[in-house]
């Protein structure tokens, strides 16, 4: 989220006024002339004095609107909101200690004084510990802020053997059965139907089948870019009526979510349909799954589980700007890089889904985090991926579900009607206040709910910036 700098004008009009206005002032014989016994000073000398004082207090001033003018985005924001009081304090006590040299002030003694020399020190040496203590601890923040996405070695153009792909991680529906592997993989993936190309891209092998129908990892031989290829069959469309209004939901989801520009967004390549397959080209990631992280047993530390939660919400307010409702938000759905960078996937591919004949598959596959609104069917909006981000929030502090039943409609009512459990049941050493936003978040009522996702992550961040390490 980007912020607007142009309350910082007033500030820089004072600094630049009191340093052109004060030497000038201090130069005129009246001011010269006019001597201030209580201060033991003339007029010029207290000219200056103003002056300095002015200048380092609007430094302290513009630092302290600059830090509510930042967000805590758990990135470049958050790293500069932890740094500007301890920098501004550094340049103040340099600042006022190179103007105290030159121009000096009687009442308060000379600069050669040792207790001036100690505070002096003593300044410096305390402003420049806080920053080092603020710069390592949001370091987290600078290293996502300057992240880029994961850098791949270049294929040479006369290797002979095809690059060995890294290690998949599926997401989304696409938590399946890993296909079965043969001697010949070749023959066999290809007599059972694999194609070899879809569009512009080398289909090297099966990946695995989820809701949307098979995934492939494919690899576009233009820029040597390995991609995940989610597939689904449009021979399974009922009747040409609905064969056609799915194509264009199909091509309408995969064209906004391709238009998603986020860092904690997997990106959209590309989309086609090809020999009876509808496909869609997207970002192939190296990571591990934040349901890995769900289970009692490999539990995060709760701060670490805070931020995580913050810059998903982050993503998904940035989404729903632009229009796009995830409609799918789990913990399979959201990737911790070895960056540490969280990746938020699969925006769109359950309403993509919902079109064909695969949608009974993607509801009980993924019913314990869909909102109350979504599990009786009804129109959803940002606030339904706000509820569910609410379940993830739950499962990944406590390692518990909040919402469980033996069967689908013994799920959808407790969704709908049931309360949650408290979280802090499970975990009495969180503050109360993140009680308080689960609470918010998880409210049946869609408009008690948060409004925007960034709400919650506000509060979130809140949160953990004042919980310890």
Not at 82 to 92: R, Y
Request: aromatic share 8%.
């Amino acid at each position: 989220m980007t912020t607007s700098w142009g309350w910082i004008g007033p500030y820089l009009i004072v600094i630049i006024l009191a340093i052109m206005v004060g030497p000038f002032l201090a130069t005129l014989p009246l001011f010269i002339q006019t001597f201030i016994p209580p201060l033991g000073m003339n007029a010029a000398q207290a000219v200056r004095f103003v002056a300095d004082g002015l200048c380092l207090l609007m430094i302290w001033l513009a630092a302290a609107r600059a830090r509510q003018e930042l967000r805590d985005n758990g990135r470049g924001q958050t790293f500069l909101r932890a740094i500007l009081f301890p920098t501004s304090f550094f340049l103040i006590v340099l600042v006022g200690s190179r103007a105290y040299d030159a121009h000096g002030i009687p009442v308060l003694g000379p600069p050669t004084q040792p207790l001036y020399n100690w505070l002096i020190t003593g300044g410096l040496i305390g402003s420049a510990t806080w920053l080092t203590f603020a710069w390592v601890r949001h370091a987290d923040a600078l290293t996502q802020a300057l992240a880029g996405r994961p850098r791949r070695r270049p294929l040479k153009t006369n290797d002979k053997k095809e690059e060995t792909p890294p290690t998949e991680v599926l997401s989304s529906s696409d938590r399946l059965s890993p296909t079965p592997a043969h001697p010949a993989v070749s023959s066999v993936t290809r007599a059972a139907g694999v194609p070899t190309v879809l569009g512009r891209y080398h289909i090297v092998k099966e990946l695995g089948r989820g809701a949307m129908g098979v995934v492939y990892l494919g690899k576009d031989p233009t820029i040597q870019r390995f991609v995940a290829i989610k597939t689904m069959r449009l021979d399974e469309i009922d009747n040409e009526e609905n064969l056609k209004e799915f194509r264009d939901r199909f091509f309408r989801e995969a064209e906004s979510t391709g238009r998603l520009s986020h860092p904690n967004i997997v990106t959209v390549y590309d989309a086609g349909e090809q020999d009876g397959l509808a496909y869609i080209a997207m970002e192939y990631l190296e990571g591990t799954l934040l349901s890995c992280y769900c289970q009692k047993s490999t539990i995060l530390p709760a701060k670490q589980s805070l931020q995580i939660v913050a810059t998903v919400a982050e993503a998904l307010d940035y989404a729903h700007s632009q229009g796009v409702v995830h409609r799918d938000v789990k913990p399979a759905n959201i990737m911790i890089l070895k960056q540490r960078l969280v990746k938020v996937m699969d925006f769109g591919i359950a309403k993509m889904a919902s079109a064909s004949k695969t949608q009974t598959t993607m509801i009980l596959g993924t019913p314990r985090y869909m909102s109350p609104e979504q599990a009786t069917g009804k129109d959803v909006d940002g606030r339904s991926d706000v509820f569910s981000l609410g379940i993830v929030l739950f499962e990944l502090l406590s390692g518990e579900r909040p919402f469980d039943a033996e069967n689908m409609a013994a799920l959808v009512i407790r969704i709908a009607k049931a309360p949650h459990p408290p979280l802090l049941k499970y975990r009495r050493d969180l503050p109360s206040r993140v009680q308080s936003i689960l609470d918010r978040a998880l409210q049946k009522e869609i408009p008690n709910r948060y409004r925007h996702a960034s709400d919650m992550a506000q509060d979130l961040r809140d949160v953990f910036q004042v919980m310890p390490r």
